[in-house]
């Protein structure tokens, strides 16, 4: 079970931090998992925001994120967040948790485009940035 917090309203060019608190994964284990936030604007298809795993930390960023997002992790609390920083009416979305074993090759085969490769799901978080 994946649990999301942390959306809501904000001004153009502020700041929120999502958080997705999961059970039935532990992070901590010797296994390796990918665990990765998603996005679903009104119209538009899933699409990957960003993804990490869960044993070394490697990370993937959309182009359109990079550098104003920051996934993270804390594998002794099994949970895992994301910084969103400069945020635009662009980034509006409902922010989706997802992870999974990681199974791909690399961090940005699991997580792009859609996170297809991801089996457990949070129940989605609105973000919605104004103008």
């Known amino acids: 079970q994946l649990v999301e917090s942390g959306g809501g309203l904000v001004q153009s060019g502020g700041s929120l931090r999502l958080t997705c608190t999961i059970s039935g994964f532990t992070l901590y284990s010797s296994g390796n998992y990918a665990l990765g936030w998603f996005r679903q604007a009104p119209g538009k298809e899933r699409e990957a925001v960003s993804c990490?795993?869960?044993?070394?930390?490697?990370?993937y960023y959309a182009d359109s994120v990079k550098g104003r997002f920051t996934i993270s992790r804390d594998n002794a609390k099994n949970t895992v967040y994301l910084q969103m920083n400069s945020l635009n009416p662009e980034d509006t979305a409902v922010y989706f948790c997802?992870?999974?074993?990681?199974?791909?090759?690399?961090?940005?085969?699991?997580?792009?485009?859609?996170?297809?490769?991801?089996?457990?799901w949070g129940q989605g978080n609105q973000v919605t940035v104004s103008s």
């Open positions: 997802g992870a999974d074993y990681f199974i791909a090759v690399d961090i940005r085969n699991m997580c792009a485009p859609t996170g297809v490769e991801f089996g457990s």
């Open positions: 990490i795993s869960s044993r070394d930390g490697d990370s």
